[in-house]
């Protein structure tokens, strides 16, 4: 949920994110992914209707995909939050285009029913903006259509092998993508869930499923103070020494699943 970002931070009178530049310069990220500009600007081009997440989001996501494939890394690719499907739809575009081919298939969890509503642990502005305070980056409580994700993912001509749809209440769903993935693993998981609740559901189930060295992509910890709270209080809780790392202009964050740091020159 990071297009908002900017209004509310604005809105609110909160602090102001350190990059204010209008124009994003894709220059300035490192999108090595072995795909052309040209080629990522089609998926990007593709995708734009179906994300609330900013072009360089969507671009680390490509570029996590890609590499986890090519070191290795074991596992599905698993996106909790997918609103519309851009992001999902952009991980596996960006494996066609590289690979031919759909390597690592993309699991995609979401009500389909908007966000629940938000706890005291989500903080005030979560509160203000589920009350309505930012109409234009509300999105009806960010609720999408099941149906239409699956007509996307039709017209895009993908196989059913090479994704899944989870769709209800994290709550629900988690259990069954837990025992699916019993004897597979997460080669890359996306968390955009914006609450605490959420958030931290899918990190207690998901994390044990994460492979080592794995990319967990945080989309929301500095949009919202839940789940930044949510990332802290799993993190401390499992004992875990991960580094929050930060997305261009603090569009989110992710941390490598690496238990400890193993040698001087590698950080
Ligand atoms: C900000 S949107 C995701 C944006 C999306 N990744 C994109 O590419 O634009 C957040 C999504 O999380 C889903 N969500 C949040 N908490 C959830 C929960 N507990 N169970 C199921 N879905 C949840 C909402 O339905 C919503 O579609």
């Known amino acids: 949920m ?18 204010q530049s209008e124009a994003f ?12 500009e040209a080629e990522l600007n089609d998926i990007l081009s593709a995708v734009k209707p179906f994300t609330m997440v900013h072009e360089s989001g969507v ?3 490509m570029q996590q995909v890609l590499q986890a494939v090519e070191r290795n890394v074991p596992g599905v690719i698993v996106e909790c939050g997918v609103w519309r499907g851009g992001c999902s739809l952009a991980m596996l575009l960006a494996q066609r285009k590289k690979f031919g081919r759909v390597v690592r298939p993309v699991y995609m969890l979401d009500s389909f029913q908007g966000l629940p509503p938000v706890t005291t642990r989500d903080g005030p502005l979560a509160r203000h903006w589920q009350e309505g305070a930012d109409p234009p980056n509300f999105f009806e409580n960010c609720t999408a259509s099941k149906d239409d994700l699956q007509n996307v993912l039709d017209a895009h001509g993908f196989a059913q092998s090479e994704y899944k749809i989870f769709s209800g209440w994290f709550s629900d769903t988690l ?6 993935l019993k004897t597979q693993a997460i080669a890359l998981l996306r968390l955009d869930s914006d609450w605490y609740d959420s958030t931290l559901d899918c990190l207690n189930h998901l994390m044990p499923l994460v492979s080592k060295e794995a990319v967990v992509i ?34 989110g964050a992710y941390f490598v699943k690496r238990p400890f740091r193993e040698n001087f020159d590698v950080l």
Request: hydrophobic fraction near 35%.
């Open 2 to 19: 990071i297009k908002r970002i900017k209004s509310i931070f604005n809105g609110f009178g909160a602090p102001r994110l350190p990059v």
């Open 25 to 36: 310069d894709a220059g300035q990220v490192d999108s090595g992914n072995g795909l052309t």
């Open 59 to 61: 671009r680390f996501g």
């Open 175 to 180: 259990p069954n993508v837990v025992s699916l």
């Open 218 to 251: 945080v989309d929301d910890y500095y949009a919202w103070d839940g789940c930044a709270r949510a990332v802290h209080d799993f993190l401390s809780r499992s004992d875990s020494s991960y580094r929050i790392r930060s997305l261009y202009n603090c569009y």
